[in-house]
């Protein structure tokens, strides 16, 4: 996330990758810092368009596509540290074979263009994703409320029960993120319900343990 307000340390944006799910997988993570380890993340927040190392990891050996979508005008480069390739994320998916591994210092992107975001280029009304998604442990919600109240997050499992609920005061106007109790929830898929201080949306979480 190229944020105005973002920090180059850990910061409020910042979050690391979960535990990937059993089975066949493959993931991607850019590349961050946080009380001077690496760190594999989630989410990376940088305050301007800069170049972020991202890493691969699979645990299987096979032909991998590498995709994005991009917002704010912004233009992306990916770069193949291995094979030297550079390829526009606009265009399309990039293709490229990989053995299995742990995470892999082998791409870059380059980030270029675009505005940065800030607080007051924000929506006045707004409820991002959950992250990380799927999680294996804390989860949060970002939202931004049109009015002053309550907000009220409720989780629902497959048969429509609800298994879980927080609720946060707001204040018209100001971002914030909201933990959601996930600890003790089974794996599987849930539906996010917010509502509250002007603010009706839904939203899906996978649980992974």
Do not use: C, M
Not at 67 to 81: I, N, W, Y
Not at 188 to 196: A, E, K, L, N
């Amino acid at each position: 996330r190229v944020v105005g307000d973002a920090d180059d340390a850990w910061d409020a944006y910042d979050f690391s990758k979960p535990l990937p799910p059993s089975g066949s997988y493959a993931v991607v993570a850019p590349v961050g810092e946080r009380d001077g380890e690496t760190r594999y993340q989630a989410v990376l927040s940088v305050p301007a368009a800069r170049t972020v190392p991202v890493a691969f990891q699979a645990n299987e050996a096979g032909t991998y596509e590498l995709s994005g979508v991009l917002t704010g005008g912004l233009q992306a480069t990916l770069v193949d540290l291995e094979t030297g390739a550079e390829h526009d994320l606009s265009s399309g998916a990039y293709a490229f074979e990989q053995g299995a591994t742990f995470f892999r210092d082998r791409f870059e992107v380059r980030l270029s263009g675009g505005s940065v975001s800030t607080d007051e280029d924000a929506p006045e009304t707004e409820v991002g994703v959950p992250y990380p998604n799927p999680v294996n442990g804390a989860a949060r919600l970002s939202v931004r409320a049109s009015e002053s109240g309550v907000i009220a997050v409720d989780l629902f499992d497959t048969l429509g029960r609800r298994v879980a609920r927080t609720v946060a005061p707001s204040s018209a106007g100001s971002a914030q993120h909201i933990d959601l109790p996930t600890n003790d929830l089974a794996p599987g898929v849930y539906t996010v319900r917010v509502s509250g201080a002007g603010l009706s949306a839904v939203r899906s979480l996978t649980v992974a343990r």
